[in-house]
């Protein structure tokens, strides 16, 4: 009933800036918290950021805090992931992820993913 679809994904250089977007169709994304997830070539899926349905509180990965920002803008049904300061350790698929209620940083509490959005990094 939800579905999500990442963009803005892209090939940048080390030291570069991306801003991810997520758009939400089917219903509101007022009530939900939203999470991003990153996932390279042979690895699994890992936990990237979350924010709370108010967007009061947020949450990051240790390997990305202070380089990327999480926010949400509930009026348009959507969701951002401003990256900056990119090495080519983020070079991954980008997911972002819905789930009713409470923020999460575990993977396998969100019910509804978007598709993907590759992000390049070249050193």
């Known amino acids: 009933q939800v579905q999500l679809v990442e963009s803005g994904g892209g090939l940048v250089q080390a030291g570069g800036s991306l801003r991810l977007s997520c758009a939400a169709s089917?219903?509101?994304?007022?009530?939900?918290?939203m999470g991003w997830f990153r996932q390279a070539p042979g690895k699994e899926r890992e936990f990237v950021a979350t924010i709370t349905w108010s967007a009061s509180n947020t949450s990051y990965a240790d390997s990305v805090k202070g380089r990327f920002t999480i926010s949400r803008d509930n009026a348009k049904n959507t969701v951002y992931l401003q990256m900056n300061s990119l090495s080519p350790e983020d070079t991954a698929v980008y997911y972002c992820?819905?789930?009713?209620?409470?923020?999460?940083?575990?993977?396998?509490?969100?019910?509804?993913w978007g598709q993907g959005t590759q992000v390049t990094v070249s050193s």
């Open positions: 089917g219903r509101t994304l007022s009530t939900y918290a």
């Open positions: 992820a819905a789930k009713p209620g409470i923020w999460s940083t575990v993977l396998r509490s969100y019910y509804y």
